[in-house]
């Protein structure tokens, strides 16, 4: 069964919630909420290619994909700033002291947000153009 529609769906509403975490100034949550919204929506062109999607870095994911479906340089060097969102976002022990909304800014979110809506786009027209040619 293909699920590309349930992880694109939940990849958009991750992605909610990262822009609302940032008006909250929940930036660590906004950066991880933004890892997550792009691993989802690279997941879901996985789903629609049928090929089988394995771990959580977004960079590794992508480069994985067939070359033809692979994401320009810049964007495979951005979507490696979203990989830094992963853990340290929600561990304590990740940073050497304080908690990880002691280390994320307003500028660190915004930049997260805008990366993995450049992700969810890309995938968004690949698995569009997927569905056409079928």
Known sequence: MQ?????????????????????????????????????????????????????????TLLQRLPRRARPDARLMMEAKLLDRHYIPTRYPDSHPQGAPMDY??????????????RIIRHCSNRIRRSKEKS
């Open 3 to 59: 699920r590309t529609e349930d992880w694109l769906r939940q990849s958009r509403k991750d992605l909610a919630h990262s822009k609302k975490s940032v008006e909250m100034e929940d930036f660590e949550w906004a950066c991880f909420s933004a890892q997550q919204s792009a691993e989802k929506a690279v997941k879901a062109f996985y789903q629609s290619i049928r090929a089988y999607a394995h771990g959580h870095s977004v960079s």
């Open 104 to 117: 994320y800014t307003r500028q660190d979110a915004m930049e997260a947000v805008r990366i993995a809506e």
